[in-house]
């Protein structure tokens, strides 16, 4: 696996509240794995110290997995929805993600994904959310979200 530089750019909307943001920007490994790429980094904001993001970039799907205190595996492809339990200190609670656009441009240096998706539990909607991420192996040449 390579050493890169990952930023995460999240977007996340509840309810009638206007949209929450977030950025992350830290290290991170890339490398191919099994007819796919897969990047693992380590959470920095609003995450604890234990919780390590593995994700998996296929053509057409993206698997993420958290590991630690809260612990889950999401998966994303356009137009599907998925179910997976999430995990926290509290509890378990079983959510469904549903992706309605979807963009992958990745190899193993990296590249972009642009992605939006939905988050419901037992029916209800919880959030809509939309997801950037950029890795490079090159350098640190991060973008606004836009």
């Known amino acids: ?3 890169g530089f990952i930023q995460v750019i999240d ?3 509840t309810g009638d509240k206007e949209g929450e943001s977030g950025e992350l920007k830290t290290s991170c490994l ?4 099994d007819g796919a790429i897969v990047i693992k980094y380590h959470e920095t904001v609003d995450m604890p110290e234990d919780c390590e993001t593995s994700l998996r970039i296929e053509k057409d799907r993206i698997t993420m997995m958290r590991h630690g205190r809260f612990r889950t595996s999401m998966m994303f492809e356009n137009g599907k929805r998925h179910t997976c339990c999430y995990e926290t200190p509290f509890g378990e609670i079983m959510i ?4 309605n656009a979807m963009f992958i441009d990745f190899d193993e240096d990296g590249g972009i994904i642009d992605f939006a998706y939905t988050i419901d539990s ?8 939309e997801l950037k991420i950029i ?7 991060y973008v606004s979200f836009g």
């Open 11 to 13: 977007r996340h909307f």
């Open 135 to 141: 890795v490079d192996t090159e350098e640190e040449d």
């Open 1 to 3: 696996m390579k050493k």
């Open 96 to 99: 469904g993600t549903y992706t």
């Open 30 to 33: 890339i490398g191919p794995e």
């Open 122 to 129: 037992a029916g209800d909607l919880l959030s809509e959310n």
